[in-house]
């Protein structure tokens, strides 16, 4: 024959069924070790059945001899730990350079990874790269997945060049802070669709069996009709670092990025996307307007010489069939604290994370992965195997969902969606030329302090 058929049975808790694919018997003439590196770039393998992209490995399990040589560009500890995340999957895979903006920080990273798997690491010295154009010499670095975990406010641009170059994405949440970063990442996501490239995103409750299970129950009914929402980050509090001697505005600014709006883009955007995107989730669709509350007073005793970010907001979304979501977001010591969703129907409520009280009450029995760890096995094996998929759009919606409560928040003002995303402001003018000695977009005045957004003053269109 022609051709040869695999038959290969996927059981992720993404997708769980059995797919043909067809290859041809060229293909596997060819060796191991020469393979891999040319299937990736440039194989033209038919398929049935499946969408196998011409741009992954050409065996169809996660554990075979292929290698997927992956780089970090984010060094803090969410990018050290997605990672060591990939290191322990299932495939062969290989960490082959890292980037930062800070010299420290990649160096502090290796060493981390090393005790986690030093045989999972090819990195040497001229693959080690820093500052704020760093992300370019390691996408650069010849390899099939490149992990962004930078602050939120630099990610559009990382993510446009990644898909330009051709790599698979994984990207951390949030995918940007402002409109005009939401819309640059929706039209790298096209491109990355055309170009038949993977892109997860750090919304993991999206591969966690209790969420997965549970939406599904409410969308088929089990609560009736949805009418309202109820999400919730809310915690303690967060890390500040000190301004260090000799550090420029810009250093100190992306040293302490969590607590500047342009490059963090609040809690809401940080942490609460969590909840706010397992709502639009649960809904099928984004809300269209928003009003919003908030303020800082707590955060760091209210010195605006530190921060500039709300320590909590209040939220009202509404959709298009006039039901509601409602979300708290806040950092607020020896205050309640709580991270979950809720949802309320006709016939009944439910906690997304696993039960619900209805028509017939349930309980998630499946085992609780760890929802980190668990999209990086799905990313892998999807990778390994030749099934592609792309979260890139619900993550740059869900961000954008985040970003429409802070302005509401900010401003006061019911703001739309639409209004928002085709004219919300630019909060990071110029970023691709930004530099350790460049002005950040928000510098303190004269008295040190730096502006903090005022409701009923605040113009989320200025």
Request: hydrophobic content about 35%; charged content about 25%.
């Amino acid at each position: 024959n022609k051709h040869t058929v695999i038959m290969h049975k996927w059981n992720t808790p993404l997708q769980s069924n059995l797919k043909t694919v067809v290859l041809s018997r060229e293909f596997f003439r060819m060796s191991n070790n020469s393979t891999r590196r040319s299937f990736i770039k440039t194989s033209s393998a038919a398929l049935v059945g499946t969408a196998l992209s011409s741009s992954v490995a050409k065996n169809a399990h996660a554990g075979g001899n292929d290698e997927i040589r992956f780089v970090l560009i984010g060094c803090g500890g969410r990018g050290t730990s997605a990672a060591a995340q990939i290191m322990e999957t299932k495939g062969n895979v290989k960490l082959v350079a890292v980037a930062d903006a800070f010299p420290k920080k990649a160096a502090s990273a290796i060493e981390k990874l090393k005790r986690r798997g030093a045989s999972k690491m090819d990195v040497p010295e001229d693959h080690v790269f820093h500052g704020l154009d760093a992300y370019k010499k390691a996408i650069d670095v010849d390899s099939d997945l490149v992990v962004i975990a930078t602050p939120p406010g630099f990610k559009p641009q990382q993510f446009e060049y990644a898909v330009n170059k051709g790599r698979h994405i994984f990207i951390e949440k949030p995918l940007a802070t402002d409109a005009p970063g939401v819309r640059r990442v929706l039209e790298s996501v096209e491109k990355s669709k055309q170009k038949n490239l993977l892109v997860a995103v750090g919304l993991q409750r999206h591969h966690q069996p209790e969420y997965i299970e549970t939406v599904k129950r409410i969308q088929d009914g089990a609560i009736g009709d949805v009418i309202t929402q109820r999400v919730y980050w809310n915690g303690g509090g967060i890390w500040y670092r000190n301004r260090e001697p000799d550090q420029s505005e810009m250093a100190f600014q992306v040293n302490n990025w969590y607590h500047f709006i342009w490059i963090c883009g609040d809690q809401i955007c940080e942490q609460h996307i969590h909840n706010l995107d397992v709502a639009c989730w649960v809904k099928g669709a984004y809300p269209v307007e928003c009003n919003g509350m908030g303020g800082r007073d707590q955060r760091l005793r209210g010195d605006r010489t530190k921060s500039q970010i709300f320590d909590h907001t209040f939220c009202e979304y509404t959709f298009a069939d006039g039901t509601k979501l409602f979300s708290q977001g806040r950092h607020l010591q020896d205050a309640w604290t709580t991270v979950s969703e809720f949802a309320d129907g006709t016939e009944g409520t439910a906690d997304v994370s696993g039960s619900i009280k209805g028509k017939q009450n349930w309980n998630f029995q499946g085992e609780r992965l760890n929802g980190h760890q668990q999209e990086q096995h799905d990313l892998i094996e999807s990778l390994m195997a030749g099934k592609i998929y792309n979260e890139g759009e619900y993550g740059a919606k869900s961000t954008f969902a985040a970003i429409l409560g802070r302005e509401a928040c900010y401003s006061g003002q019911v703001i739309r969606w639409d209004d928002l995303l085709a004219r919300g402001k630019d909060l990071t003018p110029g970023i691709d030329a930004y530099t350790m000695d460049s002005a950040p977009p928000s510098i303190p005045g004269p008295d040190g302090k730096y502006a903090v957004p005022v409701p009923g003053q605040y113009n989320p269109f200025a």
